[in-house]
């Protein structure tokens, strides 16, 4: 097909990039909108984030009864949860038992990793190339591709030289690796690397971790479900996805309405033992309002938790190592743990503090740094992603003009809504920049049904060509940096700010993700939709 492909000639209505919880549930609204849809998807199956991370110790820290779809009965019916934190097995089943019973597979391709996509103008539509040269023709593209995909290797010297078993975390083997009697090393302690640091140090001969950056962490308490109450959580599902409406982030946890300086200094350390004991995310999302504004706020409760690492690891030395001191708590995302923090009073553990002793290079035969050699017989890089753009990035994504999208967000993301870009009309964001991330499948359903109404407007009035204008890009995103500032978070180098050391370019701290309520963002979306979708040119 040439560039002036009329409607007619296209291949689908839309293609969807990515068939992880975003691009499935896309895929079956579109469906009852009767289009022709296509997923493209770069692995052998669905479940995006729970396919591809598969490395010991995934799993939710979200309760994986507010993790799961809300908008069908039958799913929710249907489907038993075993943990109150499911591992990663468990959620990928559940991923394909959604597939299986909305049959969503045929309209999925898999093993089709998008190289380019390219606007074409004569025909209103976009040409999308796979990496094996394949293409097709789309009236509208949607991304699903995720926000934490894109997955980064350090930049040191060598890594291709080890002759070893190495791998990134976010590119697990499918077949079971076996840790026993090894000697194993971990680079990075994000949360990926918490979690699988817990897991090594099971079984591995030594576990060496080299950490540049502690990070904050606070405890699962994970638990079995048990029959009776997987009964109780499922009579109480319509009460429960309506708490996440209406919280700050859509999390069961939400902020407490009190100060931190409101009450006594014995109050603030009950309530403190309190969240510390109990399940999930309430330490940091259920903590007193004014944790993540005031700095002697934040203080306060960052030494109550520099005092439970202290009082869990054994050697002053090595818990002094664990404990951050360029973040405050709460201000980077934070990490849940099951005896992370014991692990290192383990015989086979050594801690190597990076910014101590830098690593120079990889070898042949382990890892060299400033201070020493060491010999290993796998290295784990547990280096994180390249957040939230990094997925766009990788894809030779061009607008109107030839526009590249890379380039286009050069000095950091600019978005209406987080759904649409001008000069790249067409196209829709799934979970992309500027998106009120919290709790990711309550975002997902709201931004699935808000780009469905959307779509629905254009099959109804015939529409070819939706893009977002200028004004409104710049307004949105002018709105989005607002929300941050006094927010001590937008002040950290981290993923949430779009800062990554192992990335060219990522070195700027920008505002890649809205930060006001969950709330507040839907009502902005929903007042654009009511007035016939404001900020767009309908054509």
């Known amino acids: 097909m040439d560039a002036s492909a009329t409607a007619a000639s296209t291949d689908f209505d839309a293609i969807i990039i990515g068939a992880g919880m975003s691009g499935m549930y896309q895929l079956h609204r579109l469906r009852e909108l009767g289009l022709r849809v296509r997923v493209l998807e770069a692995g052998t199956g669905v479940g995006g984030t729970w396919y591809w991370n598969r490395y010991p110790g995934a799993r939710f820290d979200s309760e994986s009864y507010s993790y799961q779809f809300s908008f069908s009965k039958e799913l929710l019916a249907e489907w038993d949860w075993t943990e109150h934190f499911a591992p990663q097995p ?3 089943r559940y991923l394909n038992f959604v597939a299986d019973k909305l049959d969503l597979r045929r309209d999925i391709q898999f093993q089709s990793r998008v190289a380019s996509a390219h606007w074409q103008e004569a025909g209103r539509c976009w040409r999308v190339t796979l990496e094996d040269g394949r293409s097709y023709v789309t009236r509208f593209l949607i991304t699903a591709v995720g926000p934490l995909s ?27 690796v076996s ?22 140090a099971k079984t ?49 946890h939400t902020a407490d309405p009190r100060n931190t300086f409101d009450v006594s200094e014995a109050e603030r350390q009950a309530f403190w033992e309190k969240l510390y004991s109990e399940p999930g995310f309430g330490i940091w999302v259920g903590n007193f309002k004014d944790m993540l504004t005031n700095r002697e706020a934040n203080a306060e409760v960052s030494k109550f938790i520099a005092n439970k690492i202290r009082s869990r690891v054994k050697d002053p030395k090595v818990a002094e190592k664990l404990i951050p001191t360029n973040h405050g708590f709460g201000t980077r995302r934070v990490p849940l743990e099951t005896k992370y923090y014991e ?33 290993f017989d796998m290295i784990i890089y547990a280096t994180g992603f390249d957040a939230i ?72 009035r015939g529409l070819t060509r939706l893009e977002a204008t200028k004004d409104g890009v710049t307004a949105w995103t002018d709105h989005v940096k607002s929300l941050a500032e006094g927010l001590l978070t937008f002040e950290v180098d981290s993923w949430m700010t779009g800062v990554n050391r192992n990335v060219a370019g990522k070195q700027v701290r920008t505002v890649a993700r809205y930060a006001g309520s969950a709330p507040d963002y839907r009502a902005k979306c929903d007042d654009v939709a009511a007035k016939g979708y404001e900020g767009l040119v309908l054509a």
């Open 389 to 460: 753009t990094g997925s766009f990035d990788r894809i030779d994504i061009r607008g109107v003009n030839g526009m590249a999208l890379k380039d286009r967000w050069e000095m950091g993301p600019e978005t209406y809504l987080g759904v649409l870009v001008d000069g790249f009309p067409n196209m829709m964001m799934l979970i992309g920049p500027h998106m009120a991330l919290g709790n990711i499948p309550r975002s997902i359903e709201y931004n699935v049904d808000w780009v469905t109404g959307l779509m629905r407007t254009a099959r109804d």
């Open 343 to 375: 692990v290192y009073n383990q015989d086979n553990v050594t801690l190597v503090d990076i910014r101590e002793t830098p690593i120079e290079r990889i070898t042949e035969t382990g890892i060299q740094t400033t201070a020493a050699q060491y010999d």
């Open 150 to 176: 894109a997955p980064t290797m350090p930049n040191i010297p060598g890594v291709e030289d080890f002759k070893g078993e190495s791998c990134h975390t976010a590119r697990w083997p499918h077949e079971p």
């Open 204 to 252: 591995a001969g030594s576990l060496t971790v080299f950490q540049r950056t502690p990070n904050w962490c606070a405890p699962l308490h994970n638990a079995k479900i048990t029959r009776e109450e997987m009964a109780t959580l499922r009579a109480g599902y319509d009460e429960m996805f309506q708490r996440c409406q209406e919280t700050f982030s859509c999390f069961l």
């Open 179 to 200: 840790f026993e009697g090894k000697r194993v090393a971990v680079i990075g302690t994000g949360a990926t690397g918490i979690q699988t640091i817990q897991e090594v």
């Open 90 to 92: 468990e959620t990928l």
